[in-house]
């Protein structure tokens, strides 16, 4: 396939993705009467392994219980499941494309390799906590509920960046 | 036909899920093709390099909200089925500013961090099990979460509704203060980025 080896082709204009992906999000709304998401399919990949593991402390926690359901279906067969999973396929194809789909890591000049998994790795732990207490992440909340006008996802959205930006100062040399 | 769709019956359980396959499809896809696969783009919205994240997300937002006010006035969507997250005030506050934190640490979000993965960078996926364990320790100590998870809830809330304004007005007011937000990201990348 002669578009696997050739030059990374430019991004396109946010304004124009943010157009494209702004459609998704109704027609999801329209269609569904929910929005998109991706944090809640990993949690029911968590809420499902865990039960796997020890099938009663989970059937004690009302957190795990909301992703696994009354127990006649997979969990996993879930909407957001579903959605995620094309997520990667949509993300996996376009990177292909554009040439730009290949085995890589993203880091700073100023770091090595370990050291930018060990903070991919605990920064996902951080996010994931703020996650899930917040109720969702950029697509369930910001995107879906901003859309929505939805007062909770507003305030999340704000916090998510003052959070970011007052930290960004911190670790510039992970990036800059 | 009205919407939703699904809630209305008119289509059913396996068809939603080939739908979602079809949404995260794309949504994948417009993610990537505006480079918010690569955690360095990603990150440099809060050194004010590059505002592509405030940029395509912001436009996203208004674009589907204008969308939705015109649905819900032609009445092919009844927006009071379309399910609304409820508003606790303060998880989602201590939530965003901890997610914030961990954003610029791990250099992605979630739903970019599949991205990132799925294109082959070895950090997103490092990130995506970051975030599975990150789910599993909040799942083990919820009991103990479970009281401030709860805290200062507020149900289903609408920023019309909370202002008293009408839907029309406050999605103007929104779209004047996004375009207001375009205007500065412009500003602010061109600043710096001849800076360096």
């Known amino acids: 396939m002669p578009f696997l080896s050739k030059e990374a082709e430019p991004y396109w204009n946010p304004y124009l993705s943010g157009i494209g992906l702004g459609l998704v999000l109704l027609l999801t709304f329209l269609v569904m009467g929910r929005g998109i998401g991706a944090s809640g399919a990993m949690t029911s990949v968590v809420a499902t392994t865990a039960s796997v593991i020890s099938p009663h402390t989970t059937a004690a926690n009302d957190f795990y219980q909301g992703y696994l359901g009354d127990g006649t279906v997979s969990p996993l067969k879930d909407w957001l499941v579903f959605e995620v999973l094309g997520v990667l396929i949509g993300g996996f194809l376009s990177g292909l494309f554009a040439g730009r789909t290949r085995i890589k890591i993203e880091k700073g000049a100023a770091i090595t390799t370990n050291r ?19 109720r969702g992440c950029t697509s369930g909340q910001a995107l879906t509920g901003g859309a929505l006008m939805n007062v909770g996802s507003w305030l999340f959205m704000i916090s998510l960046f003052a959070g970011a930006y007052a930290t960004a100062w911190f670790v510039r040399r992970l990036w800059v | 036909m009205n919407g939703p769709f699904f809630i209305n019956g008119w289509i059913g359980e396996e ?182």
């Open chain 2, 15 to 196: 068809a939603s899920l080939i739908f979602a396959l079809f949404i995260g499809i794309t949504f994948g896809f417009f993610l990537e093709r505006a480079g918010l696969g690569s955690a360095k783009k990603l990150a440099a919205q809060f050194y004010g390099t590059d505002m592509t994240v405030f940029k395509m997300m912001f436009t996203a937002i208004i674009t589907a909200m204008i969308g939705l006010f015109w649905f819900n006035q032609f009445g092919w969507l009844n927006l009071e089925l379309v399910y609304l997250t409820p508003t606790f005030i303060a998880p989602q506050i201590i939530g965003g500013l901890v997610f914030g934190v961990g954003f610029i640490v791990g250099g992605y979000c979630p739903g970019t961090s599949c991205v990132a993965g799925a294109t082959g960078s070895l950090d997103g996926w490092m990130n995506v099990l970051g975030m599975l364990t990150g789910i599993l320790v909040f799942g083990e100590f919820y009991p103990l979460l479970e009281s401030f998870y709860n805290a200062t809830p507020m149900g289903e809330l609408t920023l019309t509704d909370y202002f008293n304004i009408p839907f029309g007005v406050m999605v103007f007011i929104l779209v004047m203060v996004a375009l207001a937000g375009f205007w500065a990201s412009e500003k602010i990348e061109t600043r710096l980025s001849s800076k360096n």
């Open chain 1, 116 to 134: 930018r998994f060990q903070y991919a790795f605990i920064g996902g732990m951080i996010m994931a906590f703020g996650t899930k207490l917040a």
